[in-house]
C-alpha cells in the first residue's frame, strides 16, 4: 500500500455531479508542499457553496438515537426538527417520479478554501479603451468635440493639423500594441492557469526545480528511495513542466524523462505497480492524471438505494434518521438513492437493513440500471448478477412483474445474490450459474440484458487498493478477450423482436479502454445488426473515439464514463446497444465447435481464418477453463508450458 493511502478522509465529500461537458479545471501549483490540490471555481455564475460548508441549517441535524430521551418534550422537538429537516431535504423529490434536474460540479475544496474567484470572462478591450483624445495643439476639450470636416483647412493650420494626425495616428499604433499585448496575455492565462503565479513563482522560487538524472535516480532507489515530501513537490512540479513543456522544460530534457519520473513516482507514493500507473496515467491530461491517482486514496460517499418494493425513499429516510443516521438524498439523478454522511448504528444492521428496505450500493452501480431501465412484465437477464445490486434494482423497477434471470457463473457467489434477493423481498427473480458464454443457448430471446462484466476494478481502487499491485499486462489481456466473448452473447441473447425492449446495458466498473471502449467497437464490428443508443444518463464523460492510435466507431461517444475525481463515486463505464434484426447470418467463425463464442482479435482480416483450435487463441481458453473449474470447486491441473518458439 503505497504511503498516501493510509492517510484517507475523514467523513466521505458529499455527491455532487458536473456535467457531461464539464472539463477537469486545472490546479494552481501552490508552494504548500503538503497541501492537497485544491480546486478553484472558475465561473462564479456555476459555482455552488461547498458541500463541506453546509448551510448552517444542516448543521443542527440532530443525531438521534434510538435510545430515546427521559425528556419526553425534548425528544418530540428533536423528533419535530428531524421531522422539518426531512421535508425541506424531500421536498419537491417525487419518489415515484424519475428526477430530472442540473447536475452539479463536485467541488474538492475545503472550507476555508471555498472563496470564489472572481470570474475570468473574457472582456472585450475595445470597450474598456478610454475615449481617446485627439491632440490639436489646444488643450480646450472642447475642441474634440469639432469633426475635422467642419474645420476649414488652411495654410496657417495645417501643420498643426498634420502634427496632431500623425500623434493620433502614433496614440492608436500604441493603443493597438498594448490591446495586442493584453490580448496575448489573457490567452496565455486562458491557456494555462499555472501561468498566472508563473513569474511570481519562478522569481521567489530560488531553489529552481531540477530533474534527476539516471545516475541520480539510481543513487535516489539505493538510498532507499526519496522523501515524501520530494515526491509531492516533483509530481507537482512535472506536471507543471509538462504543461507547457517547451517554455518551462529544462534544456536538453526530454518530454518523456519528465513522464518517467512522474510514474516512477507514483509507483512509489501511491503504491501501483508501474505496469498500471503507466495504464491509468495514460488516460488522463497530466494534472487530472494526479487528480486520479489522489482521489483513488479518499474512500467513496457511502450511499444506499431504498428498495422501492418495501418502503418509499421518505419513509426509510425517517427511519434512519430516528435512529442516528445522519443523510440526505444523492443527487436529482436518482429517486431512490441517499447519502450516508455520519451514523451512530452500523448502517449494515439497522432493522430496516434485516427488513430489506435498503440495499448498500455504490452510486455509480445505479447507473447501469438506470441506464437499461426495464419495464414492468419485462423478461431480463443479469448476466454477471452476483451480489444482486443491480439484479434487485431491476426487480424493483419491473415492481415485482415480469421476470430476471439473475446468473452468476461462480456458484459460490450466487448464495449472497439469493440471500439479498430474499431479503429485499424480490419474487420475480430466477437465480442461475452459468458461464454466461453458454449464453444464449440455455436461454435467450430477452427484452434486455445487463451484461455488468467482471473486470479489472481499475474503477474502484479506493475500495480494494490490491489492485494497484496485482494486476498485470496478461490480465487486462485476458479480462478483456472474455468480455468480448460474454459481449456477444449477450447481445445474442436479446430479442431484437421485443416489443417494448430489445435492448444491452453492457457496464465495468474498470477505467480502462481495453475493457470498455475495445470491447464495445469490437460488439459492433462483430454484429451489425446492434448500435449504440443514448445511456439516457445526464452526465458522465463521452467514451473515446480514439486512443492512442486505435480509432473507434464515432458512436463510441453515446457511452458514458465516470470518474472519481469528478464524479466522487466509483470509476465506471456504461454503454447501451439497440439489438435489431439480423439481415444476414452470423459470421461462421464466432462460433466453435463447442459452441463457445470465438473472439476475434486485431486485424479482423486476417482473424477470420481463426478459430478456437488457433494457436493464439490456446492460452486464453485454457486459462478461461481452468478458472471456470476452479470456480466450480474443481481441481485444476499445472499450466501447459508454452511451445518453444519455431
Ligand atoms: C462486477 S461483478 C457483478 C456485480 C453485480 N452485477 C452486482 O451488481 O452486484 C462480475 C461478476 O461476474 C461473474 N463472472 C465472472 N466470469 C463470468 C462468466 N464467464 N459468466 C458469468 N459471470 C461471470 C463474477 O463471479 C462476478 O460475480
Known sequence: ????????????????????????????????????????????????????????????????????????????????????????????????????GPVQEFDWSDAEDDEIPIPKTKKSKQLEKPTKIVPTGSDDSSVEEDSD??????????????????????????????????????????????????????????????????????????????????????????????????????PGRSRSEYTDQMISDICSYYGYNEFLAEKLFQLFPVDEAVEFFESNEVPRPVTIRTNTLRTRRRDLAQALVNRGVNLEPIGKWTNVG?????????????????AGHYMLQAASSFLPVIALSPEPNERVLDMASAPGGKTTHIAALLQN?????????????????????????????????????EFPRVMGGFDRVLLDAPCSGTGVISKDPSVKANKSDRDFSLLSHLQKQLILCAIDSVSPESKTGGYLVYSTCSVTVDENEAVVDYALRKRPNVKL?????????????????????????????????????????????KVERRTKQAPEEDISADGMVVVVEEGEEDAKKLTFEADEDKPYLEEAKRRQMKAKGLRVGPRSKPAPAA
Request: aromatic share 6%.
Open 1 to 100: 500500500m503505497g504511503r498516501r493511502a493510509k492517510n484517507k478522509q475523514g467523513a466521505p465529500e458529499p455527491l455532487q455531479i458536473v456535467p457531461a461537458d464539464f472539463t477537469v479545471k486545472k490546479r494552481k501549483a501552490t508552494d504548500q508542499k503538503d497541501a492537497r490540490p485544491q480546486k478553484k471555481l472558475k465561473d462564479a455564475g456555476k459555482a455552488k457553496p461547498s458541500k463541506t460548508a453546509k448551510p448552517a441549517k444542516k448543521e443542527t441535524k440532530p443525531v438521534l438515537t434510538s435510545g430515546g430521551s427521559d425528556d419526553e418534550d425534548a425528544w418530540e422537538n428533536v423528533q419535530d426538527e428531524a421531522d422539518d429537516l426531512l421535508d425541506d431535504e424531500f421536498e419537491g423529490l417525487d419518489d415515484d417520479e424519475p428526477l430530472r
Open 533 to 577: 443508443v443514448s445511456t439516457g444518463l445526464e452526465f458522465g464523460r463521452e467514451g473515446f473515439n480514439s486512443y492512442r492510435g486505435k480509432t473507434f466507431h464515432p458512436s463510441l461517444k453515446l457511452t458514458r464514463r465516470f470518474y472519481p475525481h469528478v464524479h466522487n463515486m466509483d470509476g465506471f463505464y456504461v454503454a447501451k446497444f
Open 338 to 354: 441517499l447519502q450516508v454522511f455520519e451514523s451512530s448504528v452500523p448502517i449494515g444492521a439497522t432493522p430496516e437493513y434485516l
Open 401 to 437: 412483474t415480469g421476470v430476471v434471470f439473475a446468473n452468476d457463473a461462480n456458484k459460490a457467489r450466487t448464495k449472497s445474490l439469493t440471500a439479498n434477493i430474499h431479503r429485499l423481498g424480490c419474487k420475480n427473480v430466477v437465480v442461475c450459474s452459468y458461464d454466461g458464454r
Open 149 to 250: 470636416e467642419d474645420d476649414e483647412i488652411t495654410a496657417a493650420n495645417m501643420e498643426a493639423r498634420s502634427r496632431a494626425l500623425d500623434a493620433q495616428a502614433l496614440l492608436d499604433a500604441a493603443a493597438d500594441a498594448e490591446e495586442l499585448q493584453g490580448i496575448a496575455a489573457e490567452e496565455e492565462d486562458d491557456a494555462d492557469e499555472y501561468a498566472m503565479d508563473e513569474d511570481d513563482e519562478e522569481a521567489a522560487d530560488e531553489d529552481r526545480f531540477h530533474l534527476p538524472t539516471l545516475e541520480e535516480r539510481a543513487a535516489e532507489k539505493s538510498q532507499g528511495g526519496p522523501d515524501v515530501h520530494i515526491i509531492q513537490r516533483r509530481l507537482r512540479e512535472c506536471a507543471r513542466i509538462l504543461n507547457k513543456f517547451t517554455k518551462r522544460a529544462e
